[in-house]
């Protein structure tokens, strides 16, 4: 809504303002200048606390990540990736300005994982104990305007873990401050709809909730504004509306834009309303939003339609963490995950087990992402279960009401894998329709989906649980989805869970039929979507120690692409590819739950286990009619796509060191190709900036990918040894990693080995211009270094 650099003035300006300032709303990030603590007791929110020998911390902040690992032996879960959870305080110190009295004043909160207890000058102004919604404090009768006041808040999660994934711990997520007049649009205020739309016109509705937190009623002009993608005003309309006194009131206004630029995968043409509230002559309040202008639609026969048009989702299930960054997770690193997804193929993402962060959205809605956003995993049976009777509402609230505008959520899902789906009793079906009831009275204008899991029984259909709803989820059912569409014509399916590589059985789910279901989606219309999971390997729900995470994602933990993402490259894109895959068991993988992993498979020709006469098993990747194999040349033979399952050519051939090589062809005509030598002794280190301009905000980020190479400068894949990291000037490091999630090395470290001759580093910028050096070391080889600018 705002960039981090006008909030920063905005800040400044409120700091020192005077009378003048009063009108203009602030919205400005809170999260620098924290204090942070595990080792605090009770005590710690008073104002005059002593912090001085707290850690100072930035927000996003998840300690977690600070931790040792814990084994098994040591209480170590699997589940949270074997990190440790704790109770955690954190501080701040804020001044309120005099001018501040008579205006209203609250704190923002993106997320805090989790049973967060925050209090103002030491008196608590409220609790939240779901780690993954948003929510807001009125702390205006807390403050103590014209000096220093204090913010302090309890995060408790000694109970860890309580996510059956790794959920970090901390104020994870942005803080904001607010300051309003007491007349002005509410937290998530606006809600936009498009109620028609074609290429020639579009109908958009906006119903803006005021308050008036004065003890008279108010009398206010609502000022709308449409503005097109390019800042020009499209449109606009002025309202007047009286306000209760202590009350609310909702305005309601349409519009008409002619030849509107749609809002769709490849073009994601965004809008924004620009709110104003005027009251005796003077303007009040400010209020942006953001929107897209689209249309959306889903049929049981044939599947899900963007502005008319069909669209297949090729999704994937994501959850929160970042890698080496955890839970606490900077925008530029949101905007990383969902281009490098995007440049894959995926056009959709369904959000595993919770709302995301605000920024993954608005990312989401500039790159042209779908979305499915989920609310829940368990119910009452999971770690949820203590909190749903007096909080679901709440919670649901919170996530419909803060995501409503974005144009890239095109269906809400209410739970996954839920016990009730096997309840007889019928409990369970009337939780379900009264979260589909809460959805639609906050949102009529999207459909509501929940997930099951695997039911050879179909208990969920025999007690009315599917029916609940019109959109279901089917993880890992594909031999269930002809038979359904027979028996129940009207509903609408996905598969809202895919393995990534093998196919379920008809009688019994690990039956490891190497076909990739991706096939049963591309061949049925009625089913609108395919999400793989997980798209991301991701930390927690591991499968055993020393293993961290789920590691059988098409993208390990650096969003580094692994072999087995060029199949869907081919399946997904229209451009020719053909790519390298050796397979070979042997290769120092993760191996991940059995169901969901794919034949181990490296981009590199670095085998000298083997010798000439052994014999080495060579895939190719490809959407090509057919491809010639070459080893040092020497042509290996011509494979026809036609002859071959999941798009994949294969050779067994004697392995031999230099270059392998492939050529493929569409109608004789060489249209793709790849190419893999055989590395030597490293030689040296090779450093590459995903960003050498980084702004001065304190929060951006810049990739640093680590390879180590030999003279020709080919990685080395099987020779890692430990690299360091130094960086000085404007920034600092944030952390490294490897891919590997069975690496033990703590992720805040600036010293990991090399995994298969590649490592990763974060640097984030600091608030000054300058430059920043990061230098790259190792043992036997020559520093590398490289200069990011930060302006």
Not at 141 to 153: M, Q
Request: glycine share 8%; with cysteine; hydrophobic share 40%.
């Amino acid at each position: 809504m705002y960039s981090l650099k006008r909030l920063i003035i905005a800040f400044a300006a409120v700091l020192t303002a005077g009378t003048a300032f009063a009108a203009e709303r602030v919205h400005t990030t809170f999260d620098f200048d924290w204090k942070f603590s595990l080792a605090a007791t009770d005590g710690a929110q008073a104002r005059d606390f002593d912090d001085s020998a707290w850690t100072g911390v930035q927000l996003p902040h998840d300690w977690s990540m600070t931790l040792p690992y814990l084994s098994p032996e040591q209480g170590g879960h699997g589940s949270m990736g074997f990190m440790q959870g704790g109770i955690g305080w954190y501080r701040k110190t804020f001044a309120v300005p005099a001018a501040w009295r008579g205006r209203r004043v609250s704190l923002e909160f993106d997320g805090i994982y989790h049973r967060a207890t925050i209090y103002v000058n030491g008196k608590q102004a409220g609790f939240h104990p779901y780690g993954y919604t948003a929510f807001a404090l009125d702390i205006t009768d807390l403050l103590e305007p014209g000096r220093d006041n204090v913010v302090a808040v309890k995060v408790d999660h000694s109970d860890c873990p309580t996510s059956r994934w790794y959920s970090g711990s901390g104020i994870y997520r942005h803080v904001w401050l607010n300051v309003t007049d007491p007349v002005h649009v509410a937290l998530w205020g606006t809600y936009v709809t498009t109620p028609s739309v074609s290429a020639q016109k579009a109908s958009v509705h906006i119903e803006t909730s005021l308050e008036n937190e004065t003890a008279k009623q108010a009398s206010i002009s609502l000022v709308s504004e449409l503005k097109g993608p390019d800042g020009r005003v499209v449109a606009r309309k002025t309202t007047s509306a009286t306000l209760p006194a202590a009350g609310k009131e909702v305005v309601a206004q349409d519009f008409t834009v002619e030849a509107p630029m749609l809002w769709d995968l490849d073009t994601p043409h965004l809008y924004t309303v620009v709110t104003t509230v005027r009251r005796g002559g003077r303007t009040v309040d400010n209020y942006e939003t953001t929107f897209g202008i689209r249309d959306i639609r889903f049929d049981a026969d044939k599947g899900f339609f963007l502005n008319g048009r069909s669209v297949k989702m090729k999704g994937g299930d994501v959850h929160q963490d970042a890698g080496s960054l955890g839970a606490a997770i900077p925008d530029r690193a949101q905007e990383r995950r969902i281009r490098l997804m995007k440049e894959t193929g995926f056009n959709a993402i369904r959000c595993s087990h919770n709302p995301p962060a605000r920024e993954f959205l608005d990312w989401c809605d500039r790159i042209g992402m779908l979305v499915i956003d989920e609310s829940f995993d368990k119910w009452k049976s999971g770690y949820y279960a203590q909190w749903y009777d007096e909080w679901w509402k709440a919670d649901l609230t919170s996530m419909v009401l803060r995501d409503r505008n974005h144009p890239s959520i095109v269906l809400w899902s209410v739970g996954n894998e839920t016990r009730e789906q096997s309840d007889m009793s019928g409990e369970g079906t009337a939780r379900l329709v009264e979260l589909r009831a809460e959805c639609e009275r906050l949102d009529p204008t999207r459909k509501v989906a929940v997930t099951t899991m695997p039911d050879y029984n179909r208990t969920f259909d025999k007690n009315g649980f599917n029916s609940a709803v019109e959109v279901v989820g089917y993880n890992y059912q594909e031999p269930f989805y002809d038979s359904d569409h027979a028996k129940y014509p009207d509903r609408i399916i996905y598969g809202s869970e895919v393995f990534p590589y093998y196919s379920p059985g008809e009688k019994i789910m690990r039956e490891y039929i190497e076909r990739n279901p991706w096939y049963d989606y591309a061949s049925r219309d009625f089913i609108f979507g395919y999400f793989m999971w997980a798209a991301i390997d991701y930390w927690g729900e591991s499968s055993g120690w020393p293993s961290k995470g789920w590691p059988t994602g098409i993208y390990d933990v650096c969003m580094h692409e692994k072999p087995q993402a060029a199949f869907f490259r081919a399946v997904w894109k229209d451009e020719p590819i053909a790519r390298i895959a050796i397979e070979d068991p042997s290769l120092p993988l993760d191996r991940g739950k059995d169901m969901w992993t794919w034949p181990f498979l490296a981009c590199h020709w670095n085998f000298p286990q083997y010798d000439n006469t052994q014999m080495v098993q060579v895939n190719v990747f490809t959407n090509c009619e057919e491809a010639e194999l070459f080893v040092n040349g020497t042509s290996m033979g011509v494979r026809r796509l036609a002859d071959f399952t999941n798009n994949t050519l294969k050779w067994r051939i004697p392995y031999k060191a230099g270059t392998i090589s492939v050529k493929a062809f569409n109608g004789g005509k060489e249209v793709a190709g790849d190419e893999l030598h055989s590395a030597g002794a490293p030689a040296t280190l090779r450093l590459a900036a995903d960003r050498t301009v980084l702004a001065a905000d304190g929060q951006d980020l810049s990739y640093i990918e680590i390879e180590m190479v030999d003279e020709k400068g080919v990685v080395v894949p099987d020779a890692d040894r430990k690299v360091r990291i130094k960086v000085t000037g404007a920034g600092r490091f944030v952390c490294m990693d490897n891919g590997d999630t069975a690496d033990g090395g703590a992720q805040l470290r600036a010293d990991k080995p090399t995994f298969m001759g590649r490592a990763q580093a974060v640097i984030q910028s600091g608030r000054s211009a300058g430059t920043i050096r990061v230098v790259a070391s190792a043992d036997g080889l020559p520093d590398a270094e490289l200069e990011i600018s930060v302006r």
